[in-house]
């Protein structure tokens, strides 16, 4: 029986991704958490989150959830989701903090004069709603799942990743931005999964069955 820990710091969504996973994994035990030593005991862990930068930052820090995050990223098959994802880089523009590493690079605002839509329009920020996710399906998690398949974002900023070999998808929005990062044993996306009906419950499934 596999178990996935939901990592808990005060900031995720975590009801609708519990919900999400354990739709697609009946049978499993999904434990949200922030509990450390759960956390390092589970098979595969969840990385969720929402708000700004500077605040998950802090709740981590003061749960003592850092060191279990770096420890499930470099051990064991690991989602990061939205805030989830921008927390693995290096800093954040969003309060000037530091991130926690994982991946280098940046996270940066979509910027107000990129706001400009193929037909001349002002795009608004923060980017909510459906977008087409271009991930060319070179990875297990985007098996079943069609190149341009929409998913459910919200998000003023996104991740501007160092090393280009670590993007896994790419969406547009007055520019082309990074919606997904991969390497090794972390897959992490900007998007909600759980929000995202059939298309994103066919990634939690994937996520539930990849063995990296």
Request: glycine share 10%; net charge negative.
């Amino acid at each position: 029986m596999t178990t996935v820990a939901i990592i808990d710091y005060g900031m995720g969504n975590l009801r609708s991704v519990a919900k999400a996973i354990e739709h697609v994994a009946p049978g499993h035990q999904v434990w949200v958490t922030s509990n450390p030593a759960v956390v390092a005991a589970a098979d595969r862990v969840v990385f969720p989150g929402q708000g700004a930068m500077p605040d998950c930052m802090r709740e981590l820090e003061l749960r003592g959830l850092r060191l279990a995050v770096l420890e499930a990223a470099a051990s064991r098959p690991f989602l990061g989701i939205c805030i989830g994802q921008q927390m693995l880089f290096d800093h954040s523009e969003e309060g000037d903090v530091p991130g926690l590493g994982v991946f280098a690079g940046e996270v940066v605002r979509f910027r107000d004069e990129q706001m400009i839509g193929p037909d001349g329009s002002r795009l608004k920020v923060p980017h909510m709603g459906w977008n087409e996710v271009r991930h060319g399906g070179d990875h297990p998690l985007w098996e079943g799942i069609s190149d341009g398949e929409r998913f459910y974002f919200v998000h003023s900023y996104y991740v501007a990743p160092a090393d280009p070999a670590v993007i896994a998808a790419e969406t547009d929005y007055g520019l082309r931005f990074t919606s997904a990062v991969a390497r090794a044993n972390i897959f992490a996306v900007q998007f909600h999964p759980e929000k995202s009906a059939q298309a994103g419950l066919r990634l939690l499934s994937n996520f539930i069955h990849w063995a990296p």
